[in-house]
């Protein structure tokens, strides 16, 4: 494949195809599951399980990909396609799955101005390469923001309850009550992107970066469509993060157990 010239070397990433890739993948599911049950992590299985999905998964994607790449408007299906996984995904994860069309309304605040604002200043050329690939990782970090919100969020309105209902004998609104639990709490979601925008090229080199270099661009290019993706990431989260929040507050986005508590 293609490399990028730097100076008068070739830099070429790339993966072998072959059976030391298989062997590769083997040997790491293999360590997974062994230090999963050395330290009784009871996860052995679902890794199997996850690791499986992923090359079947991946394998068929692939040969989606080739296809909606082709133009603009079926990337803009394959990506809508994803967002629709990615809601699903996280409404499960959270147990607010009959609360769908709000946790699509706050990952959507997340994802169309981000996608908006690359392809209208020309950031990025608007074509499917583009859309498929931008619109996956921008979807899948406003699906990861509004997990770690719900998850954390619920649990402690289900911790402290009496301070929701102190807060309504006070003569608060439910939505002022509400707030009361979990305003403090609402950020938390943005720290794993907050690290990572941080200390990027120190700690970690992420998915976008690798995936220029792997596409035959330079380390330059590399760095700059990786600070694109971080930056955008880290807005669309505060929008999301910021709209789910509002829902909860007027129990839009609640999980079943907690809908009897919060309607009074």
Known sequence: MPGSVVGRRVLRVTVNLGWGLALALVLLLALGVAASTVGRLDAGRAQVVAAVRAVVQLAAISLIITAAVSAWWWAVVFASAMFAVGVW??????????????????????????????????????????????????????????????????????????????????????????????DRLVGEALVPNLDQTRTVGLVTLPGAFIGVLLGGGSPLQAGAAQVLVLIGIMAGQALTVTVAAALVRRVRIIPRDLVAVLHR
């Open 89 to 182: 995904t996280t409404t499960g994860r959270v147990g607010v799955r009959r609360s769908w069309p709000w946790v699509a309304l706050a990952m959507a605040c997340g994802v169309l101005p981000v996608m908006a604002v690359i392809f209208l200043t020309g950031a990025a050329p608007f074509t499917g390469v583009s859309i498929v690939a931008l619109g996956g990782i921008v979807t899948g970090n406003m699906m990861t923001a509004h997990t770690l919100f719900g998850r954390r969020i619920f649990a402690e309105l289900r911790a402290h309850r009496g301070v929701y209902e102190a807060g309504l004998s006070l003569g608060m609104s439910r939505t002022l009550s509400i707030g009361l639990v979990i």
